[in-house]
């Protein structure tokens, strides 16, 4: 990663931090007045910013690197899920996202579960909190250099949604 390769007892401080954008449209192939449950198909678009930095000392001879980079990543993604209103401005809702992608020397995959509690507070606005959890794992092998990115996280977070 960034053409070094760090030593075995190195010191290494790697950070991650990512910005997500999600855009997505549902189609409710189900829709009772309790409950319903659609497809969806949606753009989850990310900003990487990694930082990979190591100090190895072995004996009096001291080395090190630093290697940072900012990617911007949009992932087209499909989903399927379901809504349940617990009352006229109350709703609970389950989403599972998927994207896998196979091309060339590349491969990985994108999920997402989500379980909200969302209220209608206005006619086209809402405000939500929500469980999330994702996994991100990428893959590449060419002849040059292989490696593999996952990661994994668990949140919680309030939101703003607006409706058409």
Known sequence: MGGFVIPKGAQVKADWNFDLL???????????RRYEMFFGA???????????????????NSTGAEFAEVQWVPLPTGAVGGRWNLTRKLQATFTYDLFYLEFQEYSGHYQEVMLSLEHNTF?????????????????????????????????IFAYLKFYL
């Open 123 to 155: 006619k086209h606005v809402g405000i939500g909190a929500a469980i999330d959890l994702a996994s991100l794992n990428l893959r590449a092998k060419t002849d040059d250099w292989r490696g593999e990115f996952d990661s994994r996280v668990a949140g």
């Open 42 to 60: 949606g753009l989850n678009v990310r900003s990487m910013d990694v930082s990979i930095a190591y100090q190895a000392t072995l004996g009096e």
């Open 22 to 32: 999600k855009l997505g449209y549902d189609y409710s192939f189900l829709n009772k």
